[in-house]
């Protein structure tokens, strides 16, 4: 493995250590809403229906697969999320959206694009951005990735 490998792996780390709790902070202080919160929301929004399973979100949203649940469960009280049963599958769940979850997440979007602007994009140009995310995105869509 050459240092050049090293030194992106490494740089990757140290981006994602720096910034996640930075935007965090940034979206707790401004909208009270954890960073955790705002990807299970956003990735809940997109979903076809606004609603996945456990697993689904589990594989989907940043938070880890086994902390899913406890987010979920306080988007729950908080009157972000509901659950619905499965019809297809009695012991398992789907998260779905709220209008108030909605409302939440379009309030804070703004907030945390800018957080993505001021700490990373802005850092780079155009054609870097594209090349990070084409890169990461290969990584993602690796075998076991």
């Given at each position: 493995m050459s240092d050049t490998e090293v030194a992106a792996w490494a740089a990757l780390l140290r981006v994602h250590a720096a910034l996640v709790p930075r935007m965090d902070k940034e979206l707790q202080a401004a909208c009270g809403l954890p960073l955790t919160w705002y990807d299970v929301l956003l990735e809940l929004n997109s979903a076809p229906g606004r609603r996945l399973s456990m697993g689904e979100l589990g594989a989907v949203a940043v938070v880890s697969r086994t902390r899913v649940s406890r987010v979920v469960d306080q988007l729950v009280e908080a009157g972000l999320v509901s659950r619905e049963s499965n019809p297809d599958d009695k012991r398992s769940a789907f998260a779905v959206i709220t209008d108030a979850g909605r409302r939440r997440l379009r309030g804070a979007a703004p907030v945390y694009l800018d957080a993505i602007s001021r700490y990373f994009t802005?850092?780079?140009?155009?054609?870097?951005?594209?090349?990070?995310?084409?890169?990461?995105?290969?990584?993602?869509?690796?075998?076991g990735g």
């Open positions: 802005s850092r780079m140009t155009a054609g870097e951005a594209r090349a990070v995310a084409s890169a990461l995105e290969k990584v993602l869509g690796s075998p």
